[in-house]
């Protein structure tokens, strides 16, 4: 990968739970965890049914210099955009570059 390719900054975050005042139930909120430069491209569009509706789901791929700790539970925030990582991968398996999967829409989790 060249230095040259990393023209985009984003900010990858994890979701943490905290304790909401005066209640026992816990709330989601996201946490910075790095904010790094990147390369951003959409890989291509796809459309499915659910529930008799069409959506369009866009695969975008983000590339990294390599960095421990990057799961797919966390999500990328490009501009205003969020990008919920599906997928983490170490080129070549040499711990210098990542590619990140990721789909714009949050997936449904078990039950939703």
């Not at 900054?9 to 996201?30: C, L, M, N």
């Amino acid at each position: 990968m060249r230095a040259g390719e990393l023209k985009k900054r984003i900010t990858i975050q994890r979701e943490t739970f905290v304790k909401a005042s005066g209640s026992y139930e816990h709330v989601s909120t996201w946490t910075d965890v790095a904010t790094v430069w990147a390369a951003v491209e959409p890989l291509r569009g796809r459309e499915y049914f659910q529930a008799l509706e069409t959506h369009s789901e866009e695969i975008i791929r983000i590339k990294i210099r390599y960095r421990s700790g990057i799961t797919n539970e966390m999500r990328v925030k490009y501009g205003k955009r969020l990008l919920y990582i599906q997928s983490v991968i170490d080129v070549n398996e040499r711990h210098q570059e990542l590619e990140l999967l990721c789909v714009e829409n949050k997936p449904a989790g078990p039950g939703e």
